[in-house]
């Protein structure tokens, strides 16, 4: 039997819309599970009109009898999924074992994490990567260090927690005060804060990677929910201008405990521009009034910080490389409706440097490229909407018929609205969103 499992992927810089796509498969698998990133992710669901934006929690809690995981490769900040789960539940969603389930082995954002990561961004000024500010490098740091790492497992456990969190805040406390002349962290106050979480989440916290595994076994179907996009992947993306974690459809199973034939279909979300936050090259970048444009119609400010988005053209050059490395056997198309009302369009189809083509894509290397960029008529109509992809405008059409070709991949869906219902099923073959 070929597997039927589903991983949706960014394939730009993060923000194509996950949540939409996530939750529209949602309706045919039994587990969601979140494999890398953490509070940094920023997901946004549109239910009956309803807005969810989701950081830490699945997007599948929006479905009944899914059973939502968050993975062991995912950097799980108790702060952020106690306040995500009450503020959900207070909206009538109801939050349990039954239905939500964390990774003892998920690596946990302690207060240090979060102050590192401030500290460290105001120390580098203008050479800074520009995170969300969430501990997410220094998690992942102690992590690969893991003499000073605390996993979800280790709040359960409230005496041997305050041991270690005694031990790690010293080390942070004489390293931050050499560094940046910071005050101490009162180990004692965070242990008990942190021994409070463990209580609230213990019922949830689970071995998930032998879970998953016997889903594999079995016929439940499972899908991989990916955070930020692939051009900020820890390996492949624009280092060091990237996240901390494995972001690509070749993280899913570390972070999730799942055999990489157990990841099945790989769909890449693109948004039908680019965008992207923090710093780092972005060779599309339009920081001019067609990015403002952008920016105004796509609403293209942070879910997590509220960060104005750098916005430009669609990269296919840095798509073919997502989608290759990802292994996309089609992509999403999100976010089309945004591009209404431009005269043109373009989109970048390859980069020189010197004047010379660059043949083998390196996102390392993308500081001084020039694109070769080509244009193609826009469309005047608003397309929200269109339901069938007939009822697009021609110069519409065209333009995701051109992507196709340009990454070598069908584009199956095409998102045209926030709802749910503002959805054009195209050529997919993922069985559930056909
Ligand atoms: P960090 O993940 O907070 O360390 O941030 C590193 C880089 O990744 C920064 O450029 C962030 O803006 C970016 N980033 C992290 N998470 C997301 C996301 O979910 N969407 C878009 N950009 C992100």
Redesign the pocket.
Known sequence: MSCENVAVV?LQ???EGKGKVVDALSRVCKYVVRFC??A???HTVVVGGERYALHLIPCGVLREGVTNVVGNGVAFDPTVAIEEIAGLRDRGVSIGPDNLLISAAAHVVMPWHRRE?SLSEARLAGGK?????????PCYADKARRSTAVRAADLLDATGLREKVRRIAEAKNTAFAALYEADPMDADAIADEFADYGRQIAPMVANTGAILRRAVAGEDRILFEG???SM?DVDHGTYP?????AVTACGVPTGAGVPPSAVGQVVGLVKAYST?????PFPTEQDNEIGDRIRDRGREY????G?P?RCGWLDAAALKYAADLCGAAEVALALLDVLSGFDEVKICTGYRAGGDPIEDYDAARLADVACDYETMEGWAEEITDARSFGDLPAAAQAYVGRIEQLIGRPVGLISVGPDREATIVHHTRVRGLS
């Open positions: 960014g810089w993060g923000d990133g953490g940094n992710a920023g990561d990567i520009g995170t969300t500010a969430r501990g997410i490098g955070g930020q996009g900020l201008f990237v996240t901390s974690s992207r936050v923090g710093a780092g942070g879910t997590t910080t960060r988005r």
